[in-house]
């Protein structure tokens, strides 16, 4: 049962370079988020997606950018890293609708850290 | 603008001790709250309430939902050290990508 799965886990990132995180789920969500998770503080939504093809801008969205080509991944791209963005990183999945729980499926997180 | 308060920001108790978290909330288009413990690394689900005055309960933990005064309570009784972790309240938006806004947490210790 992988559920959703983040990497890298930990990155070190100078000013301006470029990366992505990494983010698959195999439980067939059509609903994918990315949060921000900065220290001592809730998470911020960046990014979310409810669908392949389909994705919107979160509370938090300037510096990143996602795609989702497909129902199980959902990657994040920071173009022009900056020190602000150092944080977890944390992919999620759901699957509301009238059934559902309102619960979301967490990655481990993903630690970056921009000097 | 979205906003989800919790209180307090961080708590050390002893084993056995009773806590009680608090979460306020302004939204729009409410849907439901929902509690989260996180330790080390991501949030593990505790509960989801949508309705005012019903109890949701799992052992030791309970909760509740007041969707007139805007907050919900996180209650934990004879607390063990594992129960140490963040507590996050959030809240979910019923619109497209049913959006759930944090709050900033609180942290619970618990000494032996």
């Known amino acids: 049962n992988a559920g959703v799965t983040q990497t890298p886990k930990f990155r070190i990132l100078k000013i301006g370079q470029s990366m992505t995180l990494q983010c698959t789920q195999d439980?067939?969500?059509?609903?994918m988020y990315w949060y921000r998770q900065d220290p001592g503080m809730g998470l911020k939504l960046i990014y979310y997606?409810?669908?392949?093809?389909?994705?919107d801008k979160g509370e938090v969205p300037n510096g990143y950018n996602v795609s989702r080509s497909t129902t199980e991944d959902f990657p994040l791209r920071l173009e022009l890293a900056a020190p602000s963005q150092t944080s977890v990183y944390f992919c999620?999945?759901?699957?509301?609708?009238?059934?559902?729980?309102?619960?979301?499926?967490f990655g481990e997180g993903s630690r970056l850290t921009v000097l | 603008e979205d906003k989800v308060v919790q209180s307090p920001l961080s708590l050390v108790v002893h084993e056995g001790d009773t806590v009680t978290l608090n979460c306020s909330y302004e939204?729009?288009?409410?849907?439901?709250l929902l509690w989260y413990k996180q330790e080390k690394k991501a949030p593990t689900f505790l509960f989801m309430l949508?309705?005012?005055?019903i109890e949701k309960k799992s052992g030791r933990l309970s909760s509740i939902l007041d969707k007139k005064e805007l907050f919900s309570i996180l209650n934990i009784t004879a607390t063990q050290t594992g129960d140490s972790a963040v507590y996050l309240c959030?809240?979910?938006?019923?619109?497209?990508?049913?959006?759930?806004?944090f709050g900033g947490g609180t942290r619970l210790m618990v000494k032996p």
């Open positions: 999620a999945s759901g699957i509301p609708g009238l059934l559902h729980t309102g619960e979301l499926f």
């Open positions: 439980m067939n969500h059509n609903y």
């Open positions: 997606s409810v669908g392949a093809g389909i994705t």
């Open positions: 939204v729009t288009n409410f849907r439901s």
């Open positions: 949508t309705s005012s005055g």
């Open positions: 959030a809240v979910e938006r019923g619109n497209a990508g049913n959006m759930l806004t």
